[in-house]
């Protein structure tokens, strides 16, 4: 049986050979009527994309002289404009714009608190420069909602900070982190392991540490589990030490900014007991500690990745079905034992 070509089906819709390809790639150059009508004629005659071809089209993109770079929107909606500079952000958006210039895109920062600009001239920002694809920086904390001209736009952000819209996302595998830091420890001889985290960070990652601390605790079987600290603000440095006291962990999970780090840290010396604070995130902050190293620079090239995918597709709006992609995390040694002072060490 002949395999049905674009030809065939602009001969039976009516249109052009141009008109249809453009349409089974959803582009908005064609209305929204003709592309349904393309999309029902395809899927009626069995037409199907060759990937062969596709792949063709793509190397010879390639092979152009670099002209016209296409503009992907770094968008950050802190009180500063420079106040995302935080945390993993930076190497997100290292690794985005290494891969962005790799696949022939430019990326613009768009801060949606700079002084006189509204959400609609957000928007017309957006149109005068030609920007269809935008990667999400996280939101500060406390903030869960963004309103843009999604309609126009194709999106991906980073991690579960963004509950609305439901937009497609790249995050380190938080849980795998969790569970390959546990059995890092174990394999090192520590039974005793706690977890002390602020809870809006757990909350962030949609309780993804918690859950895996808890649930590795109980595949393990480990008798007088150690409850989670949860710390809410650096007044509750007592309860800390309360709980190093009563709990006596051997190794203390930890992330790698806010006070708890700081406070391990700054009190080492006079901790009773033996053992060792391990990150299991935003390691690059503290390299001498052991720990999960997200690579988040991984983390921003596939976000642009998937941008990518999405923008050759054609995909606009907020996607009914979101889609998450996650990257894997590394144990990484310490680089060195100090600065430790008494009776608190670092694994290496």
């Given at each position: 049986m002949r395999r049905c070509t674009i030809k065939d089906i602009a001969e039976a819709a009516g249109i052009s050979h141009t008109a249809v390809s453009l349409a089974l790639r959803n582009h908005p150059k064609?209305?929204?009527?003709?592309?349904?009508?393309v999309r029902k004629l395809a899927e009626q005659m069995g037409y199907r994309p060759d990937p062969l071809l596709g792949a063709l089209v793509a190397y010879r993109q390639g092979l152009r002289p670099a002209?016209?770079?296409?503009?992907?929107?770094?968008?950050?909606?802190y009180s500063t404009q420079d106040g995302?500079?935080?945390?993993a952000y930076n190497k997100y958006f290292e690794g985005a714009t290494e891969r962005a210039q790799q696949l022939g895109y430019s990326i613009d920062e768009v801060w949606l608190r700079e002084p006189g600009v509204s959400a609609r001239q957000v928007s017309r920002v957006f149109r005068a420069r030609g920007i269809r694809g935008a990667l999400i920086c996280p939101l500060p904390d406390r903030m869960h909602r963004l309103n843009l001209p999604w309609e126009q736009l194709t999106?991906?952000?980073?991690?579960?900070?963004?509950?609305?819209?439901k937009l497609?996302?790249?995050?380190?595998?938080?849980?795998?982190?969790?569970v390959l830091a546990i059995r890092m420890l174990r394999r090192h001889g520590y039974r005793r392991i706690g977890l002390a985290i602020p809870l809006a960070h757990d909350v962030r990652v949609r309780h993804s540490y918690s859950a895996a601390y808890c649930s590795e605790q109980q595949r393990q079987r480990i008798s007088g589990e150690i409850p989670i600290f949860f710390s809410r603000e650096s007044a509750e440095k007592t309860a800390l030490r309360r709980w190093v006291k009563q709990y006596k962990p051997?190794?203390?999970l930890t992330v790698g900014y806010g006070w708890v780090p700081e406070w391990f840290e700054q009190n080492r010396g006079s901790l009773a007991g033996d053992f060792t604070v391990v990150l299991v995130c935003s390691h690059e902050k503290r390299p001498?500690?052991?720990?999960?190293d997200e690579d988040s620079k991984i983390t921003g090239a596939s976000a642009v990745d998937l941008l990518f995918g999405q923008l050759l597709r054609n995909e606009s709006g907020v996607p009914a079905h979101s889609q998450i992609l996650l990257t894997q995390p590394r144990w990484v040694d310490g680089t060195e034992f100090a600065p430790c002072r008494g009776n608190c060490r670092l694994a290496r």
């Open positions: 064609v209305s929204a009527e003709t592309r349904e009508k002209g016209f770079r296409e503009t992907i929107a770094w968008v950050t909606n995302w500079r935080i945390n999106a991906v952000t980073f991690g579960h900070g963004i509950v609305a819209p497609n996302r790249v995050s380190c595998d938080h849980m795998a982190a969790m051997d190794a203390v001498h500690y052991s720990g999960i």
